[in-house]
T-cell receptor, first 113, second 112 residues
């Protein structure tokens, strides 16, 4: 049973526009969420995280929104740049992050010049 | 220059042979992890270690073994018992088990 779901396998946007990547989770015990970015044949790079005590966290062009009642989080990238083209993984864990991370299957973002 | 290193980048082995993947970190992190990524799949946890001389099985530990004799090193052995060993293997570390995990560059293992 997949506890972290990234239902759209890919997204294509124009440079300068907003990219919105979505993630749903089923385990109500998850209270810490992260986004990772991954280029082909490389390890994932940590982007941004959010604790369940918040509903928004912002870092430069990246903002993560958390809707606990809907068990949904999203990553907004504004403005999108061609270098943002990569696979993005959503991950979640419980007990303040002390439990093991559970990853979604990833979403491929393509930003067209 | 601190970081996590994995070697080699690409590894080829014959079916039935054991192979050991290296993971080293100089970040002074206590916790280390091994994940496997298959095409179209997320990362799945193989083994993790919260402290030296201690490790726990993850979701897909069968056919794998690890050791944690030093804080800096967490090698993964893919044994002949692993039925489908061809995959991209990722090592990660974190300050503690409540902290953000940082990943190495990965090793692509191909079993012929």
């Amino acid at each position: 049973d997949q506890q972290v779901k990234q239902n759209s396998p890919s997204l294509s946007v124009q440079e300068g526009r907003i990219s919105i990547l979505n993630c749903d989770y089923t385990n109500s015990m998850f209270d810490y969420f992260l986004w990772y970015k991954k280029y082909p044949a490389e390890g994932p790079t940590f982007l941004i995280s959010i604790s369940s005590i918040k509903d928004k966290n912002e870092d430069g062009r990246f903002t993560v929104f958390l809707n606990k009642s809907a068990k949904h989080l999203s990553l907004h990238i504004v403005p999108s740049q061609p270098g943002d083209s990569a696979v993005y993984f959503c991950a979640a864990s419980g007990k303040g992050g002390s439990e093991k991370l559970v990853f979604g299957k990833g979403m491929k973002l393509t930003v067209n010049p | 220059d601190g970081g996590i290193t994995q070697s080699p980048k690409y590894l080829f082995r014959k079916e039935g042979q054991n192979v050991t993947l290296s993971c080293e970190q100089n970040l002074n992190h206590d916790a280390m992890y091994w994940y496997r990524q298959d095409p179209g799949q997320g990362l799945r946890l193989i083994y993790y270690s919260q402290i030296v001389n201690d490790f726990q099985k993850g979701d897909i530990a069968e056919g794998y073994s690890v050791s944690r004799e030093k804080k800096e090193s967490f090698p993964l052995t893919v044994t002949s018992a692993q039925k489908n060993p061809t995959a991209f293997y990722l090592c990660a570390s974190s300050i503690g088990d409540r902290d953000t995990q940082y990943f190495g560059p990965g090793t692509r293992l191909t079993v012929l």
